[in-house]
């Protein structure tokens, strides 16, 4: 370092020759066509639905492709080598996932209940690693007032939330979704209904104020909310 200058031209094009940027162009547009060659054999899922097994796959794919572009000392067959062994070795995992459901729950993951019956799934929750506000943000975005509305809602292996909700005429009062300093709706006017201010556990009785929620262990009830009364509001 005793050495260094503060050389422009060092810095912006290197110590190479101009003509290795014409070498660069050469280099993307070769292996830019083989990569989409080979991308053909991976599948056609959108990004919204990679699984984070492809999301890696394709790191690897973008990290082979990438050195061989402007490394003067890395030739562009190490790089078409590497691609074809991820591309091959992905078809291979695929085809024994396809066979097999312990290696495809291992490289795809499962599916993860996180509402059951108009209340969280503490237990799912927990082990998708989302926050309830998390949850709560993807299903507002499908419409859902309140958990009263969903009879079961599923994080999929793709980063996705799966949510079935209750026919109108079986929806049940349930915690309030809404964001904070939003209409909550009215609540029902008998004492004798809390929900669970963690989870949203429904249970009916005069003594629930008393009691541990049963599915968090939360010792916090509020009174749920009904779903017209949120809708006439937010009119």
Not at 121 to 148: F, K, N, P, T
Request: charged residues 20%.
């Amino acid at each position: 370092m005793d050495n260094y200058s503060f050389d422009l031209a060092r810095i912006f094009l290197g110590d190479l020759s101009l003509l290795f940027l014409f070498e660069i162009v050469f280099r993307t547009v070769i292996l830019f066509a083989y990569l989409i060659i080979n991308m053909r054999f991976i599948g056609q899922r959108s990004v919204g639905q990679l699984s984070s097994y492809e999301i890696a796959l394709i790191v690897a794919l973008g990290s082979a492709a990438g050195d061989p572009l402007f490394y003067v000392d890395v030739p562009l067959v190490h790089g078409m080598v590497v691609i074809t062994l991820l591309v091959l070795l992905s078809r291979i995992v695929t085809a024994l996932g396809a066979r097999s459901r312990r290696i495809n729950t291992l490289l795809e993951g499962r599916t993860i209940r996180l509402v059951n019956d108009g209340y969280l799934d503490y237990a799912g929750v927990q082990q998708s690693v989302l926050s309830a506000d998390e949850i709560y943000m993807e299903m507002r975005q499908v419409g859902i007032l309140h958990l009263g509305m969903v009879k079961r809602a599923y994080l999929e292996t793709d980063g996705m939330i799966s949510v079935f909700r209750y026919p109108k005429d079986r929806i049940k009062p349930g915690l309030s979704i809404a964001p904070e300093g939003d209409p909550r709706g009215a609540v029902i006017p008998d004492d004798d209904y809390f929900v669970c201010e963690r989870c949203g556990y429904y249970k009916p009785s005069p003594a629930i104020t008393r009691e541990t929620c049963p599915n968090c262990h939360h010792d916090v009830w509020i009174h749920p909310v009904i779903t017209h009364d949120i809708e006439l509001k937010m009119q």
